[in-house]
């Protein structure tokens, strides 16, 4: 046996992943778990349906391909399916697959370092989000304050500028804009809504948040980049201290990674 050509499928799949998770690529991982051929026999295919590995039947490598984007769009983690679900009519319709979603780990980019901002990196920290805070003020980003390494602390020394390159292309990318005023929120909106991160929060009334939308839109802002802005920021529960409001933010930041409502688990009961 040769074991160095049997391991080179594997390890060109491995080389995919690492380069797809450094650009920040979103992809799907399919293995065949059962069947009567081929099993472990693995196909990698990114949002762009550019495809790496095989099944080992081009009829069904073409069937799954035609599945990714319904995944994707499912935002599940992972699923086992029986190609008899989306072909009954296939040849290998007693196939079952499993699907896992291939996607860096979620990034939180908090801006501003206030009770709000500070509690909210804390949290996305704690919750495993790879976790920006940025603010103005130097003396508020001490590792006094912020001890915990994993939340990295940006001094900005431009607000559009930082955010802008934190931010980076938005994918995988929650944005929470809790600054202290009118014009650092709309320095960091400015720099947000060109990204189109995957989530973008604006703290604060709806007065003032309606204020920051539409000088957003006098700037140029198209009415869907303006559709994408959750403001007021984070779910109605109530929240009253700071720490209540981040836990309000991070629901939120939450339910929009995995498609989810937000409603409460038990409100069939009262239906």
């Not at 762009?48 to 599945?67: F, K």
């Not at 980003?141 to 500028?161: D, K, N």
């Not at 600054?179 to 650092?184: E, I, K, M, P, V």
């Not at 809504?193 to 009334?205: E, H």
Request: charged residues 25%; negative net charge.
């Amino acid at each position: 046996m040769d074991e160095t050509r049997d391991q080179t499928p594997s390890q060109d799949l491995s080389k995919m992943i690492c380069q797809l998770l450094e650009s920040g690529t979103v992809a799907v991982l399919v293995t065949v778990v059962a069947g009567s051929a081929n099993v472990g026999a693995k196909l990698l295919i990114d949002e762009a349906e550019n495809a790496s590995g095989s099944l080992g039947d081009v009829e069904l490598d073409s069937l799954v391909a035609a599945q990714i984007n319904h995944f994707i769009k499912t935002r599940e983690e992972t699923r086992t399916v029986s190609v008899n679900e989306f072909a009954p009519g296939s040849t290998s319709k007693d196939v079952r697959l499993l699907f896992e979603r291939i996607a860096p780990a979620p990034r939180l980019v908090v801006c501003g370092a206030g009770h709000v901002g500070a509690a909210l990196a804390k949290l996305g920290s704690f919750l495993g989000y790879q976790t920006s805070l940025i603010d103005d003020r130097a003396d508020f980003l001490t590792r006094e304050r912020f001890p915990e390494t994993s939340i990295e602390l940006i001094v900005a020394q431009s607000w559009i500028e930082s955010v802008r390159d934190v931010v980076g292309s938005g994918k995988g990318v929650a944005v929470a804009v809790v600054t202290r005023g009118h014009s650092q929120d709309e320095e960091c909106m400015r720099a947000v809504v060109t990204a189109q991160p995957d989530y973008v929060g604006l703290i604060g009334s709806k007065r003032r948040t309606n204020i920051v939308v539409d000088r957003l839109r006098v700037a140029g802002a198209s009415e869907e980049q303006l559709a994408n802005i959750h403001a007021p920021i984070g779910l109605d529960i109530g929240a009253v201290s700071p720490e209540e409001v981040a836990l309000a933010i991070i629901a939120e930041i939450v339910a929009e990674r995995y498609g989810a409502p937000g409603s409460s688990l038990s409100s069939w009961r009262r239906s």
